[in-house]
């Protein structure tokens, strides 16, 4: 029996699909904890490319049971269409009898979109998340467990439409929702995923008491946390491992493992500080070798070196036990790399992240250089890591710059390496054994 969280520990958008899917294949369960269909979550097994927003990235793995967590926000509709791509890919129905909504769950509604599309200030992901976190703290949100109770309750409804209309007239979106349309759309929600609502927080704890695997699925990343990250430019959430056992309805103390996905370099996408941030060729260089465009909205990826302020901030949030280092295979071909060791910001200089917003705009990074290490294609890297997982190489199989580079991030953060992704396919992995 094991639980195991997988974690961003940056910006998000760091590889965490791509290993929930590798370690899926010895999870009995793959729950997500928090945030909705802002995470963009991508694997890639052979030709075959999968996204996905609000299903686990386990679904890839047939033996693997689903959770959609507590702590989540759902968008409805768009479960529904990743449902229906699913099946139409696949032939399978998931729903039928291994996915599951938990009950608390909150639900996302035409009006958090409509109120979530007025943002210019975050570079928000426009899908309602903060709106619909927004009404959960304030104690007027919808979740799943509601639904069967309120769709005849015409009181309810016509509170809440004209709550939603008052919100909607004061910022002036000239759309409004009828009350016949909520009921219609509290109807479908209640006829579409009725039979999967359940009590999930007791199935994993009985799955754990079975002794039986489990992963929870973190979204987003350290930096993007509603406490930890660089406020206000994160989303909603709390991103980390303190949320994701609460996130699920089960408790702390089943953690066993916490992996923190470590893209080898920085990128960010939306507003916000980031100190490291390249607006140069090798930026540039970095965005098109890595296709750092985002998997939920397509927007460019903002990049940037490695900032080990950022990962020492994340370690200490969030204690990894170990860490899984991502997209080395992009940094290949560079001859130089730079890793951020501290900020000079206002004439002080910073080792640990400083929670003002100021400080990190103004902060200059202080970086240590290191040699680069020779680029290799695709399928070169791929054939890497294979010939390395076979013959147990591990670290070894790395060409002795790279070596380094990942040496060398181990011994800044006292946390050893999980393993080393050389290529977005779910076979380009180097595991450290
Ligand atoms: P997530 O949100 O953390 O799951 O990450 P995304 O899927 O949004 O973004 C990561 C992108 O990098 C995806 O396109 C992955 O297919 C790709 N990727 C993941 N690991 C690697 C790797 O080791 N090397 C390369 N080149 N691409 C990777
Ligand atoms: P995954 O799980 C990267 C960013 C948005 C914006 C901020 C707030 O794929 O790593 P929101 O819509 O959540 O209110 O937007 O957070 N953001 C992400 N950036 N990866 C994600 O998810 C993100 N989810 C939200 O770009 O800056
Ligand atoms: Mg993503």
Known sequence: MS????????????????????????????????GGNNAGHTVVIGERTIKLHLLPSGITRES??????????????????????????????????????????????????????????????GRGIGPTYSDKINRVGLRFADIKHIINDNDWISEMTSLYNRILKSLDIDQMISELELKKDLEWIHNRFGHTIKNTGLMLDNALKMKQNVLLEGAQGCLLDIDQGTYPYVTSSVTSRANATHGVGIHPGHIEDVIGIVKAYTTRVGHGPFPCELKDDVGDYLTEKGHEFGTTTGRRRRCGWLDIVVLKHSHRVNGFTSLAITKLDVLGGLETLKVCVGYKANGVEYHNLPASITDLENAEPIYVEMPGFPGLSDQEWLDLARKANKEKAGLSALPINAQKYIQQIEKMLGVPIHSIGVGPDRDATIHIF
């Open 3 to 34: 639980t195991t969280v997988i974690l961003g520990a940056q910006w998000g958008d760091e590889g965490k699909g791509k290993l929930v899917d590798v370690l899926a294949g010895n999870s009995d369960w793959v729950a997500r904890f928090q």
């Open 64 to 125: 693997c049971q689903l959770i959609l967590g507590d702590g989540m926000v759902i968008d409805p509709w768009v479960l529904d269409q990743e449902l229906e791509r699913w099946k139409d890919e696949t032939g399978e129905v998931p729903d039928k009898n291994r996915l599951f909504i938990s009950d608390r769950a909150h639900i996302i509604l035409k009006f958090h979109r409509l109120v979530d599309g007025l943002d210019k200030k975050i570079g928000t992901t």
